[in-house]
């Protein structure tokens, strides 16, 4: 049985039980393993942890506050290039949907992508997530997307997969309905219905290659159609995978009421979300995952229905929706920010955004929360208050990030 190290002289926002952030001021928390095994106040320690438990290694974290690991549950993280032309457009004017139509956008990171080997776009993506690293992510997903045919689809999901040999764990979304690639161009819409028969082809052979663990789509009138997203889901579900959603970015498509039905993990950007569709996610328990980065690096004004998805009580989560295109963000710290200041959330609501409720976004049961029986995953913050983790812009108040119960730092 592998030994206990104990962590003490913590102050704990576990986002389990009651109290405001879940908070334990004394706290300790005992880990075996890649495990949690037990937290408290350092003074229960004792009558709680059985006689004969033999602790081996003790931190302490003198005063320090303790998060769970960040997790970052929607991203692009994978691709080849970068988009800093078209922001340079936006900001002379040009929309997204408009650089989009005349062939940018996606199908610009596309050929990118395409035209890149496994190991760059390894080598680029890596880069990217040793950035979120350093500011606590412990867990995220990737989507592919940017490959639109099985083989270069096949290459962006082997490179999320690899990137966790580098002290993160990943979950993969398979999200081939992202744009028409080019070889489907035509003049009716038929082409596209052949496109979607592509993916429906794609799916279970990217899914026995072991590369898929949910299907994400971009349901938008620059992207899929509710009955062509239907048809994916339909095939995810035959499949047994989990379903998301790109839905009521631009346009409200009523795709958060499709992922509902199909018990989706989470419907995501939400800005043109409809009661009906906030109804619908609230009876379903599908997480309503909130991109303030692609919000505010489009200038959006239309806002995500806060108050009604709160008074409905859906889970809110947060992720920085890392891409080339709308969200060029490579800070969760600055997510809680843009989230508190756009969306006017609280730094609490914020911060279960990137952990108890990013965990239930991705259907993870074992992480999001300090509680005995979840992965050791947590970070360690020079701060006096998690409430800070929202409000300062480009400090760095990361001490040490605890991995599976190992620390970046010893
Ligand atoms: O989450 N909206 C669709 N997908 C991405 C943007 C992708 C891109 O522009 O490259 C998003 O915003
Ligand atoms: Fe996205």
Redesign the pocket.
């Known amino acids: 049985m592998k030994a206990l190290t104990l962590w003490r002289d913590a102050r704990l926002a576990t986002f389990h039980g009651d109290q405001p952030w879940g908070a334990i001021e004394d706290g300790a928390l005992l880990t075996r393993g890649e495990q949690i095994e037990w937290v408290g106040r350092l003074v229960d320690l004792p009558a709680d942890v059985p006689a004969g438990l033999d602790i081996q290694r003790e931190h302490s974290l003198q005063g320090a506050w303790v998060t769970p690991g960040l997790i970052d549950a929607?991203t692009?993280l994978v691709?080849g290039g970068q988009?800093a032309h078209e922001f340079e457009l936006r900001l002379q004017g040009a929309g997204?949907e408009e650089i989009?139509r005349a062939g940018g956008?996606?199908r610009s990171?596309v050929a990118h992508t395409r035209a890149a080997s496994e190991a760059e776009l390894l080598a680029s993506a890596r880069h990217r997530l040793e950035a979120l690293k350093a500011e606590g992510l412990t867990t995220v997903e990737i989507k592919s997307?940017?490959g639109l045919s099985r083989e270069h689809e096949a290459k962006m999901l082997r490179v999320a997969r690899r990137l966790s040999a580098h002290g993160v764990q990943v979950r993969t979304s398979y999200l081939g309905l992202?744009a028409l690639p080019p070889e489907f161009e035509g003049p009716t819409g038929a082409n596209v219905d052949a496109y979607v028969d592509a993916c429906l082809d794609d799916l279970p052979a990217l899914q026995a290659e072991g590369l898929v663990d949910a299907v994400d789509a971009?349901c938008?009138t620059i992207?899929f159609t509710p009955a062509q997203v239907e048809r994916l889901f339909q095939r995810a579900q035959q499949l047994g995978l989990p379903v998301k959603l790109?839905a009521e970015?631009l346009s409200d498509q009523g795709g958060s009421q499709l992922t509902a039905r199909f018990g989706g993990l989470s419907a995501?950007?939400l800005e043109w979300l409809s009661p009906e569709g906030v109804a619908a996610m609230a009876q379903a328990g599908t997480v309503a995952m909130l991109?303030p980065g692609?919000y505010h690096c489009l200038r959006e004004t239309k806002l995500p229905p806060i108050a009604a998805l709160r008074a409905a009580g859906v889970p809110m989560a947060l992720s920085t929706?890392h891409?080339?295109?709308?969200?060029p963000l490579l800070s969760m710290l600055a997510v809680l920010q843009l989230a508190c200041i756009h969306f006017r959330m609280t730094p609490e609501e914020a911060l279960r955004g990137l952990t108890v409720n990013a965990a239930r976004a991705l259907g993870l049961k074992d992480r999001g929360q300090l509680v005995a029986g979840q992965r050791a995953d947590f970070c360690v913050w020079g701060v006096d208050h998690p409430r800070e983790l929202s409000y300062w812009l480009g400090g760095r108040p990361l001490i040490n990030r605890i991995f599976g119960g190992a620390p970046d730092k010893e």
């Open positions: 929607h692009h691709y988009r997204y989009a956008g996606i990171t997307g940017y992202h971009f938008e992207g790109h970015q995501d950007h991109l692609a929706d891409n080339p295109g709308t969200s």
